[in-house]
């Protein structure tokens, strides 16, 4: 037992060697490449964040073409404006205290409303009025974390389309399991986009330094039982005066970001329109608004 020990001790510390030599031996080959100098000290964020968001294998591609332009205005211009929104509404509308918005925020053109739902726009809009402080500060906390280092890895436009995946998978849901409540807040594009890194880390957990792959999945798992326990006490054990949450749009989010966030995250150094994943995941994401909209037409309740 204790030759066991020793030789399961040896192992691991030959692997940590293993990884450190690696790193050692990438960063030499980098200063050889610029004359002796190391090409991206001047990098060091751009370094920090390709340990984060990528494999290891992509990771000296990215920095050789790292920049802040474009810098990341999708995520920044998404926060800013529900922030924006959110003052509107808790300062020029009539509220009683800022923790509970419904006066205001339930007569709002931006809501999803089960009465309205003929008004498309709702359908996205909705993740820009937010029900309370706590709420808001979550979803900006959360979006702006990790938002803003996948922006400059994968820069605004792909951002941009899993944000937007979770924010109409995430109405579209709500429509179906709970289509009676209306719906606020931007949980839907902030759970695709942990969704899309959470299996990105998943599937590149050896190559994404295994260390930091088990403090970020941790981190994410942390996150997310603990808001969807949140969600669902509030849906189902929320006081009869008080304004029940849909899980639904958390779940729907999150699983835009496992199909189309994974496939669009996974495809830095790769067209992204000539990877069949990707295809395939748009196909059923297709499927499902096609039937969430027939749905809506023809079945909801709320007809």
């Known amino acids: 037992m204790a030759a066991d020990r020793d030789l399961e001790i040896e192992d691991v510390t030959l692997h940590l060697d293993g990884d450190m030599k690696g790193e050692l031996e990438e960063e030499k080959e980098m200063r050889e490449d610029g004359g002796g100098k190391d090409p991206f000290k001047n990098k060091k964020v751009h370094r920090v964040v390709s340990k984060w968001m990528l494999p290891e294998k992509v990771r000296r591609t990215y920095l050789e073409r790292a920049n802040c332009l474009p810098p990341p205005v999708f995520i920044i211009s998404i926060s800013i404006a529900e922030l924006a929104v959110f003052i509107y509404y808790a300062v020029w509308k009539p509220q009683k205290q800022w923790i509970t918005l419904d006066t205001g925020i339930l007569e709002s053109p931006f809501i999803y409303s089960p009465e309205k739902r003929e008004e498309a726009w709702r359908f996205i809009s909705y993740m820009l009025v937010h029900a309370g402080v706590q709420h808001i500060l979550g979803n900006l906390v959360m979006q702006l974390m990790l938002g803003?280092?996948?922006?400059?890895?994968?820069?605004?436009?792909?951002?941009?389309?899993?944000?937007?995946?979770?924010?109409?998978?995430?109405?579209?849901?709500?429509?179906?399991?709970?289509?009676?409540?209306?719906?606020?807040?931007?949980s839907g594009g902030v759970y695709a986009l942990m969704g899309g890194y959470f299996m990105n880390v998943l599937v590149n957990f050896r190559e994404m330094i295994p260390a930091f792959g088990i403090v970020r999945l941790l981190i994410i798992i942390l996150i997310i039982v603990s808001d969807m326990g949140f969600a669902l006490y509030r849906r189902f054990f929320v006081p009869a005066n008080g304004s029940p949450v849909s899980f639904a749009a958390h779940i729907a989010g999150g699983f835009a970001g496992m199909s189309i966030g994974y496939t669009v995250f996974s495809c830095f150094d790769k067209a992204l329109l000539k990877d069949p994943r990707f295809?395939?995941?748009?196909?059923?994401?297709?499927?499902?608004?096609?039937?969430?909209?027939f749905f809506n037409i023809f079945l909801s309740p709320a007809n």
């Open 148 to 186: 803003i280092p996948l922006e400059m890895v994968h820069k605004g436009l792909r951002v941009g389309l899993v944000y937007l995946a979770g924010v109409i998978a995430g109405s579209l849901a709500s429509s179906i399991f709970d289509p009676l409540r209306y719906l606020v807040g931007a």
């Open 279 to 293: 295809w395939i995941a748009i196909a059923a994401y297709s499927a499902c608004v096609l039937f969430a909209v």
